[in-house]
């Protein structure tokens, strides 16, 4: 385990369904994020907390709604969304934004989502 | 865009040879890092190699940095089944968050 933990591990989700997913570290970092991982894309950025505070929001459609409640957590709440949005979302974490740059990002193993 | 793009999309060797994946960038840097991804999982931090730096090894990993040709390699000696995986190159630079690569695709064959 990375100390970085997201659940579910799957999640299947119709395009009228409400969603929510998790994601949790337990190492003391200040700074989270979430990526987006489609086939044969690179990682996408999505949104930046530092310090429970939203620092990126990456034009990210509105049906993503980022949440982070505390240095520790931090969602993503999903709502009306497309087949296309299907792919594996990945959170991170690091000491904060600009330790990042020296130490790198811890991820957790991800949500594999599927919208039908 | 500093986005890295790794080369070659895809390699695939034999157990106990070497591999050498390339990244390359457009815009300057002040560090690159380089990551792996097993299949279907989060990525893990592999090495972080700074602009004024020429070479880091750990391990069995070997990372040249060459800013002039704005380029990174990973070497990876006597490989293992073990390494199959996607590997990332993560360029940043000062205020500015990771921007990721697409990957090289390793399969090491038994």
């Known amino acids: 385990e990375t100390g970085v933990t997201q659940t579910p591990r799957h999640l299947v989700m119709g395009m009228t369904n409400k969603k929510s997913l998790k994601c949790e570290q337990h190492?003391?970092?200040?700074?989270m994020y979430w990526y987006k991982q489609s086939a044969k894309k690179p990682l996408e950025l999505m949104f930046v907390y530092n310090f429970k505070e939203q620092t990126e929001n990456n034009s990210v459609p509105s049906r993503f709604s980022p949440e982070c409640p505390n240095s520790s957590h931090l969602f993503l709440h999903l709502h009306t969304l497309q087949p296309e949005d299907s792919a594996l979302y990945l959170c991170?974490?690091?000491?904060?934004?600009?330790?990042?740059?020296?130490?790198?990002?811890?991820f957790g193993s991800g949500t594999r989502l599927t919208v039908v | 865009s500093q986005q890295g793009e790794e080369d070659p999309q895809a390699l695939s060797i034999q157990e106990g040879e070497n591999a050498t994946m390339n990244c390359s960038y457009k815009?300057?840097?002040?560090?690159l890092q380089w990551y792996r991804q097993n299949s279907g999982r989060g990525l893990v931090h592999l090495i972080l190699?700074?602009?004024?730096?020429r070479e880091k090894h750990s391990g069995r990993l070997r990372v040249t940095l060459d800013t002039s040709k704005k380029s990174s390699s990973l070497l990876i000696t006597a490989s293992r089944a073990a390494d199959t995986a996607s590997y990332f190159c993560a360029t940043s630079n000062y205020g500015q968050n990771f921007v990721f690569g697409p990957g090289t695709r390793l399969s090491v064959l038994p």
């Open positions: 991170a974490s690091s000491q904060d934004i600009d330790f990042a740059a020296t130490y790198g990002y811890t």
């Open positions: 815009t300057s840097i002040n560090n």
């Open positions: 190699i700074r602009s004024n730096e």
């Open positions: 190492l003391g970092h200040n700074a």
